[in-house]
Nanobody
Framework: QVQLVESGGGRVQAGASLRLSCAASGRTFSNYFMAWLRRAPGKQHEFVAGLSGDSSESYYSDSVKGRFTISRDNAKNTLYLQMNNLKPDDTADYYC???????????????WGQGTQLTVSS
């Protein structure tokens, strides 16, 4: 089992920056491909960014590429998402999730946090 707890969401103006954190506990954090996914109201989960266990490979959706940066600190069992130049379209519930494979498919993630809400106003 892996327990994941997100924090850092909130309400911001367009153009602002924010950093999300995801604290992990349980099994060896570095063994997992970690990702941030989001779900806007009325929509399905969307892959935002993913990172391999050793941080050697990162992946981003086109909608956030160049604005968001995913990182992890395996010593602290923590995943981060630095979000810059936020836009109203970024408004969603953000989830961190763990998978044993590198994947963009939300169905492949075994462990999920409870989510943290982000609202970006124009």
């Amino acid at each position: 089992q892996v327990q994941l707890v997100e924090s850092g969401g909130g309400r911001v103006q367009a153009g602002a920056s924010l950093r999300l954190s995801c604290a992990a506990s349980g099994r060896t954090f570095s063994n997992y491909f970690m990702a941030w996914l989001r779900r806007a109201p009325g929509k399905q989960h969307e892959f935002v960014a993913g990172l391999s266990g050793d941080s050697s490979e990162s992946y981003y959706s086109d909608s956030v590429k160049g604005r968001f940066t995913i990182s992890r600190d395996n010593a602290k069992n923590t995943l981060y998402l630095q979000m810059n130049n936020l836009k109203p379209d970024d408004t969603a519930d953000y989830y961190c999730a763990a998978s044993t494979i590198a994947t963009f498919n939300s169905l492949d993630y075994t462990y999920w946090g409870q989510g943290t809400q982000l609202t970006v106003s124009s």
